[in-house]
């Protein structure tokens, strides 16, 4: 299995919803990424968990929560959102950096996104 | 920090011919990866190619290649023989090769390619 599966696709929700984007992948990596993504432009990264330890946050707002429950899991909690919020969620997942191995090392498999819009 | 440009926002191809799609990086780095992602309208960012900097030999994946000069800092990106299927927009990318390092991967704007048949 080489693919990273993010659900749902598209997702609409309210300021006041609470709702959960799930990312899940089993390739054995220990890196999983959040990122951001508006139309035409590079995807901007949120989280990184590595070992299931979130290892980086990006100065995101406490409306976004990432969850790591286990290797192969990963979330992203949504409470309160505001309409710019509205973008193209990419989750991504890699072999560990502490676990570099030159030849194949570094490279980020990436789910096809679910889409949300804030209303 | 590390920067990647893209300074071409479009660019077009006909179909069957080569194109070239340029960027360039900024670091003080000599170990690091560079890479070609594509994101189709189907959204998922595919790799298309990578290249390890400790590397002199310019890495080739069946019609896509990169000229990768480390002294000017370029890495650019031909596409030979272009599909209709390579229309996509294509992100440059860097990440530091050191280990324990910001594990963050560094995109260019992107260029939008758009093949004519």
């Known amino acids: 299995d080489t693919e990273v599966t993010q659900t749902p696709k598209h997702l609409v929700m309210g300021m006041t919803n609470k709702k959960s984007l799930k990312c899940e992948q089993h390739?054995?990596?220990?890196?999983m990424y959040w990122y951001k993504q508006k139309a035409k432009k590079p995807p901007e990264l949120m989280f990184v968990?590595?070992?299931?330890?979130?290892?980086i946050n990006e100065s995101v707002p406490s409306r976004f929560s990432p969850e790591c429950p286990n290797s192969s899991l990963l979330n992203l909690h949504l409470h309160a959102l505001q309409p710019e919020d509205s973008a193209l969620y990419l989750c991504?997942?890699?072999?560990?950096?502490?676990?570099?191995?030159?030849?194949?090392?570094?490279?980020?498999?990436f789910g096809a996104g679910s889409r949300l819009t804030v209303l | 920090a590390q920067t990647v440009t893209q300074s071409q926002p479009e660019m077009s191809v006909q179909e069957a011919e080569t194109v070239t799609l340029s960027c360039t990086y900024d670091?003080?780095?000599?170990?690091?990866?560079l890479f070609w992602y594509k994101q189709p309208p189907s959204r998922q960012m595919i790799l298309v190619i990578r290249q390890e900097a400790y590397k002199q030999q310019n890495a080739t994946e069946n019609r896509f290649s990169v000229n990768f000069q480390k002294a000017a800092k370029s890495f650019s990106l031909k596409i030979s023989d272009s599909q209709l299927g390579d229309a996509a927009m294509y992100f440059c990318?860097?990440?530091?090769?050191?280990?324990?390092?910001?594990?963050?991967?560094?995109f260019g704007k992107g260029i939008t390619l758009s093949v004519r048949p």
């Open positions: 968990y590595s070992y299931e330890k979130l290892s």
């Open positions: 991504a997942s890699s072999q560990a950096y502490s676990r570099v191995i030159r030849s194949g090392a570094n490279v980020l498999t």
């Open positions: 670091t003080s780095e000599s170990d690091y990866y």
């Open positions: 390739m054995g990596h220990r890196a």
């Open positions: 990318a860097y990440r530091s090769a050191k280990i324990g390092a910001n594990s963050k991967l560094t």
